[in-house]
């Protein structure tokens, strides 16, 4: 039998729409179903991820932002990360140069309230445009480095331990912790908590051991806080400065502190034949020096009462800071190191002022 040709056209045009519509039905589905997939396979990874200070403001002389770069690491090299001391580096970018300013009166308290045109900031004797002013209370990430050596055993650790709650009570209530203890080696003790009051009672438990790796407690002390989850950044060490089995040397930590965003804080931990003793006196200028180089203080306490004064004046002072930034004109990444100057013009009426900060930078934003 033979159909009409109109009808077999119809026919024919029918059947290809089928076929088409099929295929076009086909490649939807395949393409669907990679799509269904990836959502179950990123789940894993969006729960991995931490912040890091790349995601962060920077207060630092030398950068505005720091990253850790490594390669992947083993289940045994991730368990020694966070208790011992690792080699990984810090990297840093100088486009932003950031610093925080303590300023005091001739009493030595601090003056808050200050605008930017207070300040004025010169790299290598050039002013600079500050870009970047705050003088708010920001929360700090800080690192408390505990000396548990022999050389502080007795009640050294107590009195120590009584006037950290000071610290503790005086800070913000934002504020992060990293707990670093040593002796012959620095550890770990606690990893990012808001609880102060887990490192009072951390400290309780700690053994006190003949040698002393204050170098290297501080240089991990550096490292954890430089990937805090806070822009401002401080150590707070408590020790006699003595040490005498550090990978580390005194230049190496000096070298760091330079290159990094952290204030260190040194309260000095002598008993009376401390200090007019050649050691003693060792361990002051040590403690001096590291933070001075930093932008921070050092204080060394005579009695239990003036300890208490100080840890809170430490507290208060992180509280009462000023950020100030800017980028340097024709900045070049030749790695010299760049001395900075910060002014402060008092408004009417008011005295003399005094700034305290980090002096400068090194220009590299190479691997360290």
Partial sequence: MHLPSRYATKIIAVSISLVAVSFV?????????????????AVPAAQDKTPTPAAT?????????????????????????????????????????????????????????????????????????????????????????????????????????DALSKFIQTSHDSDEYFLIAFNSRAQLLLDRTRDGDSILNKLTFVETKSQTALYDACYLGVEKVQRGAHPKRALLLISDGQDNDSRYTFNELRKLLKESDVT??????????????????????????????????????????????????????????????????????????????????????????FTRYREGYYATAGAR
């Avoid at 039905?25 to 396979?41: G, I, N, R």
Wanted: hydrophobic share 35%.
């Fill in 57 to 161: 403001q920077s207060s630092s002389p030398t950068a505005s932002q720091s990253n850790s770069q490594g390669a992947s690491q083993t289940p045994k090299e991730q368990k020694k990360l966070g208790t011992e001391l690792d080699d990984r580096s810090i990297v840093t970018n100088t486009d932003l140069i950031t610093l925080t300013v303590t300023v005091t009166d001739t009493y030595g308290r601090y003056v808050s309230g200050l605008n930017k045109s207070a300040f004025a900031v010169f790299d290598n004797k050039l002013q600079q445009e500050i870009t970047h002013f705050s003088d708010d209370d920001s929360p700090v990430s800080v690192g408390v480095i505990f000396d548990v050596s022999g050389s502080m055993s007795g009640d050294k650790v107590k009195r120590a331990r």
């Fill in 264 to 353: 260190l804080y040194a309260v000095g931990i002598l008993s009376g034949s401390d200090a007019g003793s050649a050691m003693g006196m060792e361990g002051q200028g040590i403690l001096d020096e590291l933070a001075g180089v930093s932008g921070g203080k050092a204080f060394f306490p005579r009695s239990a009462a003036e300890m208490d004064d100080i840890f809170e004046q430490i507290a208060l002072e992180l509280r009462h800071q000023y950020s100030i930034g800017y980028k340097p004109e024709s900045f070049t990444n030749d790695g010299k190191w760049h001395k900075v100057k910060v002014r402060v013009t008092p408004p009417r009426g008011l005295p003399r002022l």
């Fill in 25 to 41: 039905f086909s490649l939807s589905v395949e393409s669907q179903e990679p799509a269904q997939d990836k959502p179950a396979a």
